[in-house]
């Protein structure tokens, strides 16, 4: 009895050792520069009570090493998260700087499996300075040290959501880019290397707010979905986020309950949209007062401005909304819109997330720089998703809808299952005015009364644009009243979703998780 009571206090010995990780002084440290250390991380996200680590005494390989490094940089197991089982994994800075050693990837490798084989989302709460040195160095320490295959077939089995709460490169920027929703923690830097090994590279000199900080990413790179000023609400969209998701991809999401009546009228609408169809106004208003209890929540809200893609609930259902936003660029998508569509596009299919579309564009911004960044490809690869995707697709038309971008909103013929129109609508291949600058831009240049010669060929352009005729022949399902659209989406999803549509077929799981 003796011996055992002694084997048990040798084992809690060594646990005690094991969670201060790189030790009292490292964990000082990590506090003293305003970071939580791993563990205070996966309190803030797990139920209370109900975290169950793995690998608590890994160590590194390296001979001398054992001592200094309990966990090699990696903390992880299961807990719940909202009532839900889950799967965490956090980088610990106080070991190694959370840098990836064998025992680090080996363990990183076994979790995501275990989380995929039982159909577990996974959460990642990162920081860290990649590949470790010695570990990688030599042609055997990097043959077996490359991108980590789990997450390139991934195939989003089961959602991934990462919060970037410190310096991150290498492997926690690979797990971030690969995820299917990530918040960055202002302040940090997320890149494939450090600004050290930057300069040593090409002799480029930058700060880590300019490598890639979260200005970057939302002005220009659009690899995070969100950002927060602490850790505290980085970690609370990682859980907001969940709520909207399934466990797996073998089901779907569940539903909400909600007292909001689904057939409630939305007079808000009216004093919403202007009278005027040039003047600009909130497109999140009227979502706001469509979905439930006006709760929704923003996907890359500063990257693609131009474009609204916000995960909602219609009575009870959990919903992908793509919007038009008239108040920054019009509502015309550029090159970031068609990236930020597309993405949102594979991630609702591959979640069994229905789909609506709320029209009011002027068509897409077409210029030079738009070109360069290959807007034409961007066009079509989402018109792609769009025709790939299963789920179901309501489109509704609330003001302009212009030229291509009408089918990039999943307009007629597009395979979207209903689109419908607001009598305030204008469908058109151009408007007149741009129509007659294109065709007579020089006759106008040279005429002796170009003001009455504009006004002749407008009167004579004047194709009537209203819903009325594509509704006549059938082309768009209807015209609805503004203040019936929270019925008429409620209505159309408990159609829709029968048990043959209430699961996609989940062409686009396998799509990149960037585009």
């Given amino acids: 009895m003796d011996n055992i009571r002694k084997q048990v206090e040798d084992l809690q010995e060594r646990k005690a050792a094991a969670r201060l990780g ?65 799967v965490v994994q956090a980088g610990d800075k106080t070991v ?53 295959p789990e997450m390139l077939t991934h195939h989003r089995q089961v959602p991934t959501m990462t919060a970037i709460l410190g310096d991150s490169f290498g492997g926690p920027t690979w797990m971030a880019v690969s995820s299917d929703f990530v918040t ?19 002799g480029q000199k930058l700060p880590l707010e300019e490598l890639g900080g979260v200005t970057v990413h939302n002005k220009f790179t659009g690899q995070i979905d969100q950002n927060a000023a602490t850790e505290e609400e980085c970690i609370n969209q990682l859980k907001t986020y969940f709520e909207y998701m399934p466990q797996n991809a073998e089901e779907p999401p569940t539903m909400r309950p909600t007292n909001d009546d689904p057939n409630r009228r939305v007079e808000e609408v009216y004093d919403i949209l202007p009278e005027k169809s040039n003047r600009v106004y909130d497109m999140k208003k009227i979502i706001q007062v469509l979905v439930d209890d006006g709760e929704y929540f923003e996907i890359q809200p500063k990257f693609g401005k131009g474009l609204i893609t916000v995960l909602t609930h219609l009575n009870g259902q959990t919903v992908g909304i793509i919007a038009n936003q008239p108040n920054q660029f019009a509502g015309a998508p550029g090159p970031q819109e068609c990236q930020k569509a597309t993405e949102f596009i594979c991630l609702c299919d591959s979640f069994h997330i229905p789909l609506v579309f709320l029209h009011d564009t002027p068509g897409f911004r077409i210029s030079s720089e738009a070109e360069k960044a290959k807007m034409p490809t961007k066009i079509m690869v989402w018109n792609q998703a769009l025709a790939l995707a299963t789920v179901p697709k309501i489109s509704v038309v609330i003001r302009k809808s212009i030229g291509a971008a009408y089918g990039n909103m999943s307009g007629p013929g597009m395979g979207g299952d209903l689109v419908v129109a607001w009598p305030t609508a204008e469908i058109n291949f151009t408007g007149p005015e741009v129509g007659i600058n294109v065709v007579y831009g020089r006759e106008l240049a040279n005429a002796e009364n170009p003001k009455e010669m504009r006004q002749e060929l407008l009167n004579h352009w004047s194709f009537d644009s209203s819903p009325y005729k594509a509704a006549a022949k059938h082309l768009i399902d209807d015209v609805i009243e503004p203040a019936e659209t929270r019925k008429f989406l409620c209505q159309s999803l408990e159609y829709l979703l029968t048990s043959k549509r209430k699961k996609s077929e989940r062409r686009l799981a396998t799509w990149p998780t960037g585009i």
């Fill in 22 to 86: 790189g030790g009292e002084a490292k964990i000082k440290s990590q506090h003293e520069r305003g970071f939580l250390t791993a563990r205070e991380r996966i309190e803030l996200l797990a139920d209370e009570g109900s975290f169950m680590e793995f690998g608590m005494l890994n160590t590194s390989d390296v001979r001398g090493k054992e001592q200094k490094s309990y966990g090699d940089g990696l903390i992880a197991g299961v807990c719940k998260v909202n009532g839900r089982p889950a």
């Fill in 96 to 148: 190694f700087a959370a840098t990836e050693g064998n025992v680090h990837i080996r363990k990183s490798r076994i979790v995501h499996d275990f989380a995929v084989r039982n159909g577990l989302p996974l959460f990642f709460l990162h920081e860290g300075g990649g590949l470790r040195m010695p570990d990688g160095m030599g042609s055997d320490g990097i043959s077996d040290k490359l991108f980590p």
């Fill in 184 to 202: 960055q923690l202002d302040g940090t830097c997320m890149a494939i290397a450090g600004p050290r090994m930057l300069e040593l590279a090409n």
